[in-house]
């Protein structure tokens, strides 16, 4: 008998408003995912249940599903809709979410990015961290600030800055991003800030990239940078190590 059949008309009822709350509530923040990440949220060893599971909600009109061709293939994505965002937010504490998924609003690249992005915080839940908010829902920062992919707290309590890094930008780019996140730590938003790579060597050559940084400018004046000082809460990881960032 299957791990995930409940014989109890009752129980499997029960289950099924479980799933679905799982669902909406991943997909209140995300916006939208693949059924492979979902399948993780929802804790489903069988890809026809996920599958199931989906299509359920989906027929409620809380879901909607768009296919699109990317140079890897073809990849089907799962999004929450305006109806579906109305019963995903708790009534009591938290206020309704305008944004929902649309298709024609996403590239490539946003693709491959944002899911690295879920994988990353279910690797870290997973490890017991907790208060995972993706970048575009911090509203305590201000338009002009840096905004990571994502702030959670760790395993030790420390609120930690997490950027998904798949591709390098400019010297003169991580020069800015580091000014930034040494005045966020100097006021005490965040205690730490990784960049997490796909791979240890593109983490290796990144750290090293931000370590050739001998002086920053800030305000229009060229400040030291004090490598015992400054780089104590700055990290770098892979796919791999994450999320023992340390």
């Not at 590239?107 to 997973?126: G, P, Y």
């Not at 991003?177 to 938003?189: A, D, H, N, P, S």
């Not at 400054?230 to 999320?243: D, K, L, R």
């Amino acid at each position: 008998m299957s791990a995930n059949f409940i014989s109890s008309p009752d129980q499997r009822r029960i289950r099924s408003v479980e799933k679905e709350v799982l669902v909406m509530r991943f997909l209140r923040q995300h916006i939208w995912s693949t059924q492979e990440i979902l399948q993780l949220v929802l804790g489903l060893s069988s890809r026809q249940a996920t599958h199931k599971t989906l299509t359920k909600i989906e027929e409620k009109g809380y879901l909607r599903r768009h296919t699109y061709q990317t140079l890897g293939g073809k990849i089907t994505i799962w999004g929450i809709t305006s109806q579906g965002q109305t019963i995903a937010f708790n009534v009591e504490n938290e206020s309704l979410i305008s944004t929902y998924f649309e298709p024609n609003r996403i590239s490539e690249q946003t693709i491959h990015h944002q899911l690295d992005i879920q994988k990353l915080r279910l690797k870290a839940e997973i490890a017991g961290w907790i208060n995972w908010i993706d970048g575009d829902r911090l509203g305590a920062f201000d338009k002009n600030q840096k905004r990571p992919d994502a702030i959670a707290l760790d395993c030790r309590s420390k609120r930690v800055a997490i950027e998904c890094e798949r591709t390098f930008k400019s010297l003169k780019r991580y020069e800015q991003i580091l000014v930034e996140y040494l005045k966020l730590i100097k006021i005490g938003q965040i205690d730490n800030v990784v960049w997490v790579c796909p791979t240890l060597e593109m983490a290796a050559r990144l750290r090293k990239i931000f370590r050739s940084f001998t002086s920053v400018r800030v305000n229009g004046q060229q400040v030291l940078i004090e490598p015992e000082r400054h780089h104590t809460n700055i990290y770098f990881c892979s796919y791999e190590q994450w999320p023992n960032y340390e």
